[in-house]
């Protein structure tokens, strides 16, 4: 027995003595101890949600057993071996380490990307008309060749932008991920907006502002996320103008999300509002119903969950407001599951999944703001949306009504047709006049985003 098995099965001992044996084979019959150090013990267990609910609810009490034995409590990490068996030798953890600290294994200073982000990637990306320009932009700028000078500058700067939790990050690491894969050598820079500013204040603080620029302006890619948080501050302000200008000049890619567009994130300075759009600006919109059915389809697939259609419809129709609530969703669900096993119905899962589903109570007013704003955008008044005309114009503004509809509320396609004075079987039949006018057309797609990211702003 090697002394990290006796170790850990004296902290098993110890986990006995407070719980059941169901919860003993559970959460610890398959937890393995890979590595440990004064600072930290790391941990392997087979899945993501383990990892996650032993990480929320068993690390501290990880911790106290190893104080009782070794007399220190390292800091307890959980990893999972879901996707393959990683290499986590101690060799191996300790140059994670050193990575992460900005350090080469020779240590030397490096930056390199978010490499702990591996598991968002353009094949788990689920596209569909909300996202479907962005992903091709994503994809195009991850794929192009790096080793070739792109005097062109065609796709440079990528400017992202949409409401939180609609996949601007995953896009993001996926580039990352893709670049990196490619082309190992290359420096990649992934930092958040508000990372970025309070690097700089550090530096400015402990007058490093030379190596801060030389990081950021040798890279070649870089990637902020979340650029609005940037704006208002004179100093980041300055030295991102000159960050970017030094980067673009040397034709080096830059990608940059935001929640808005460059023009509305008031207090950022003209100047980089202008260059934030000399490139290839993609906006990425709420999931429609059968995107979010098909988001809900591939993440019950990796928590290997079966669910039925009927629940795939339920929670399509009800969680409504990001990607990052279907992840929820499923989580929750994947950990009822596993901890209470049987199958998942329809009524277990409603009762299951109430606080993530949309009450009713506002979806009235939404309807509402939706054909205020369809009206301004057309220049058509509200009755005329809702009365009985079907020239062109009018009867395309009551199908994006609908479309619309059915992706920011969660009335059934009867209460829309009530709302509008149609029946059910023309809801259906607008709504797919709207999606099949977004596939074919880019102008259309972006104007119908462009009406959502109005109504969500309250403009």
């Excluded at 700067?157 to 409401?163: E, S």
């Excluded at 620029?213 to 300055?238: C, H, N, W």
């Excluded at 990607?323 to 599951?337: D, F, H, T, Y």
């Excluded at 009524?347 to 301004?376: P, Q």
Aim: charged share 30%; aromatic share 8%; net charge negative.
């Amino acid at each position: 027995m090697t002394d990290l098995e006796t170790i850990w099965s004296y902290v098993l001992e110890i986990l006995k003595s407070n719980h059941t044996d169901t919860v003993i084979k559970l959460w610890f019959s398959d937890l393995k101890m890979i590595s440990m150090s004064p600072d930290e013990v790391v941990f392997t267990t087979p899945t993501n949600i383990k990892r996650d609910i032993i990480a929320k609810q068993f690390s501290d009490e990880l911790g106290g057993a190893l104080f009782q034995i070794m007399g220190f409590k390292p800091e307890v990490i959980i990893n999972s071996r879901e996707g393959g068996e990683a290499d986590l030798s101690r060799e191996n953890i300790e140059k994670f380490k050193r990575i992460e600290k900005g350090e080469d294994t020779d240590g030397a200073k490096v930056s390199i990307p978010d490499n702990y982000k591996l598991e968002y990637t353009f094949d788990n990306f689920v596209v569909g008309s909300s996202n479907k320009f962005a992903h091709a932009t994503a994809l195009a700028v991850a794929e192009k060749d790096y080793d070739t000078v792109d005097t062109q500058n065609l796709y440079n700067p990528l400017f992202i932008y949409g409401p939180s939790g609609v996949g601007k990050t995953h896009l993001l690491y996926a580039i990352t991920n893709d670049i990196s894969k490619r082309y190992p050598t290359k420096k990649i820079i992934y930092v958040k907006g508000e990372e970025f500013t309070n690097q700089l204040i550090d530096a400015i603080q402990k007058k490093t502002t030379i190596q801060f620029r030389e990081k950021y302006r040798r890279a070649d890619v870089l990637l902020i996320d979340d650029i609005q948080f940037v704006a208002g501050r004179i100093s980041t302000q300055e030295e991102l103008f000159n960050t970017f200008n030094a980067i673009y000049e040397d034709y080096k890619q830059i990608i940059l999300t935001s929640d808005r567009p460059p023009k509305e994130i008031k207090t950022l300075e003209e100047r980089l509002q202008t260059r934030f759009m000399s490139g290839i600006m993609a906006d990425v919109s709420l999931p429609d119903f059968d995107l979010r059915v098909a988001i809900l389809k591939q993440k019950a697939k990796q928590s290997n969950l079966l669910l039925s259609p009927d629940i795939l419809n339920f929670l399509a129709e009800n969680v409504t407001s990001s990607i990052r609530q279907l992840e929820g969703v499923i989580k929750k669900l994947g950990a009822i599951s596993l901890l209470e096993g049987g199958s998942l119905d329809l009524e277990r899962v409603k009762n299951s999944v109430r606080d993530f589903v949309s009450t009713k109570e506002n979806d009235g007013k939404r309807m509402d703001e939706i054909i205020l704003a369809v009206s301004k955008k057309y220049d058509i008044s509200r009755d005329d949306i809702l009365s009985s005309k079907r020239n062109k114009e009018i009867a395309m503004a009551r199908h994006i009504c609908v479309y619309i509809a059915r992706t920011m509320t969660t009335l059934s396609q009867s209460q829309i047709g009530k709302a509008l004075n149609r029946d059910r079987t023309t809801v259906i039949s607008s709504e797919g006049v709207v999606k099949e006018e977004i596939e074919k057309n880019s102008e259309f797609a972006m104007e119908v985003r462009e009406i959502i990211r109005t109504i969500n702003s309250g403009i």
